[in-house]
């Protein structure tokens, strides 16, 4: 006798809470890479896994000339092309699919907007989306202002019916002044609990995990501070080098483009107070306190306390790889690092005394995203004949990419008669304990905005925050350019000068 399948109804009330509302979401830059590799195959896994509603609705408005159905066309391409599985069912495509829809358009003529109201109210009528749009900034920082400028003149910013949100990309301003002056535009229009500024390494799952591996779990919180702690390091290094975004990364460098941002907020994270609660606010504001401590450096820090560093040619996963200066559209003499690390100091009770040390770079020797914290010695090594490899400190692990998981180091007796150690690991990886893969990080954050939830997402204050304590570095390394670029191989860990900075607190990990 067939037994007919029973869903899990815990998974099943999950679902339905994490429903949101029908809306229509309007892409500004809806031909461009990050719709093509990113939101549409995380939209269409949404859809999938039936956490969209019916009625769900996508508008591209971009400057290039395609139909409706062309436009459906070109976006089932990038989910068979970018999506995780890279297969599309036909019967859930077609879904979908009735839900796509393209303006073509110019996002800097007030005009056309007048015609994306129309589309918006056919949509609306047709598939019950209620007045709920959500606004995807996905274009360039200098089409920002126009694009919330016109959304106000023509009433798409505010309606007496339905919700109305809007999603900006980083990077968030260059600086302090832009991005403040950022910030004051769009609020002119939008209210902060409308304005979601994503930062795609907030949606990442073992980033997410940090909050409750810390708060639910009492044996780490005792410890989570400068008596136990000897140092922290958060490493994001890549092994790609710049690919086709010479000509934005020529004018943002790596400290813009990675530690002002993901490595900052990542870090925000992790040592952060505990939050009244977990709603949104509590947790932001708690992430903003924490910003707000960074202790600044002064001019003398700023030269001893970060490393900057440019790739030139190496080799990298046995492929050999020409030098950042020979990437096309890369000024032969560009003195833009592709490399920084920074030693920094949180000036709080929690964290006084405890060296903090951020790396990010391209061409490295691995692609790993993680956040190492390294305890403090046994005030008393019995075991101090040990050699010292074999006696290294424990050390927490969590890995954000690849093979998300966290780790424990710690030390132990090997078997036999004698007394020998060796460090051992205990070890945690999503994709083996719960057998599922890890849901895409703009799965995560689009579904979050559509829910109204803000916690992932990087609030005024603290992008403001962020730039306060990386705009001296800029201005003072723009001051002083550097004369040995280049000054690390690609496929190297970075330039040498960097173990320098973090003399006294063991090597940079090599994971």
């Avoid at 395609?66 to 459906?72: E, K, L, V």
């Avoid at 106000?152 to 999603?167: E, F, K, V, Y």
């Avoid at 205990?426 to 083996?432: G, L, P």
Wanted: glycine fraction near 8%.
């Amino acid at each position: 006798m067939a037994v007919a399948a029973v869903e899990n109804p815990l998974r099943t009330g999950m679902r339905l809470e994490r429903t949101p509302e029908p809306c229509a979401m309007v892409i500004f830059g809806a031909s461009g890479d990050l719709t093509r590799r990113k939101l549409m195959p995380a939209l269409y896994h949404l859809v999938q896994e039936r956490l969209l509603p019916p009625g769900f609705s996508v508008v591209g408005f971009s400057r290039t000339d395609m139909s409706d159905d062309q436009f459906r066309d070109a976006m089932r391409n990038a989910v068979a092309e970018f999506g995780a599985d890279q297969r599309v069912d036909g019967e859930a495509w077609a879904h979908f699919a009735e839900g796509l829809f393209y303006l073509s358009a110019h996002p800097g003529h007030p005009e056309e907007y007048k015609r994306l109201a129309n589309v918006l109210e056919r949509v609306d009528r047709q598939r019950g989306t209620g007045g709920n749009r959500l606004f995807y900034l996905a274009v360039p920082p200098s089409s920002i202002e126009s694009i919330v400028n016109n959304l106000q003149q023509s009433g798409l910013a505010r309606s007496q019916q339905g919700w109305q949100r809007i999603i900006v990309e980083k990077p968030f301003g260059h600086d302090l002044d832009s991005a403040r002056e950022l910030n004051a535009s769009i609020s002119q229009v939008f209210n902060e609990d409308q304005i979601y500024r994503i930062d795609h390494y907030l949606g990442k799952e073992t980033v997410q995990n940090l909050l409750v591996f810390r708060f639910a779990n009492g044996i780490f919180e005792p410890v989570w501070n400068r008596r136990y702690v000897e140092s922290i390091q958060v490493t994001a290094a890549e092994t790609v080098g710049v690919e086709d975004r010479a000509g934005y990364f020529e004018e943002t460098g790596e400290l813009r483009d990675m530690i002002q941002n993901h490595l900052l907020q990542v870090l925000a994270l992790t040592a952060m107070e505990p939050p009244a609660t977990v709603r949104a606010e509590e947790v932001r504001l708690e992430k903003v306190k924490l910003l707000r401590a960074l202790r600044p450096l002064s001019d003398d820090e700023i030269r001893s306390c970060t490393v900057r560093g440019q790739y030139g040619p190496g080799w990298v996963e046995g492929k050999k790889v020409i030098g950042y200066r020979e990437e096309p559209g890369v000024d032969p003499n560009s003195t833009t690092e592709t490399y920084a690390a920074v030693k920094l100091f949180i000036e709080n009770w929690r964290w006084a005394g405890v060296p903090i040390y951020l790396r990010a770079g391209k061409r490295l020797a691995r692609h790993v995203t993680e956040v190492a914290i390294q305890f403090k010695p046994a005030p008393l090594l019995l075991f101090n004949d040990q050699p010292v490899d074999q006696m290294r400190p424990n050390l927490l692990l969590v890995r954000i990419q690849p093979d998300e998981g966290i780790s424990l180091r710690f030390t132990a007796k090997l078997p036999g008669p004698a007394i020998q150690t060796r460090s051992v690991h205990m070890d945690f990886r999503y994709a083996s304990s719960f057998g599922v893969p890890s849901a895409s990080a703009y799965e995560r954050l689009l579904l979050d905005c559509m829910l109204g939830d803000p916690t992932l997402f990087a609030h005024r204050d603290g992008v403001e925050a962020a730039w306060s304590f990386i705009t001296p570095i800029l201005k003072q390394w723009a001051a002083e350019p550097p004369r040995d670029f280049p000054n690390y191989a690609a496929g190297s860990w970075g330039p040498e000068q960097a173990e320098k900075l973090i003399h006294g607190c063991g090597p940079w990990r090599r994971p």
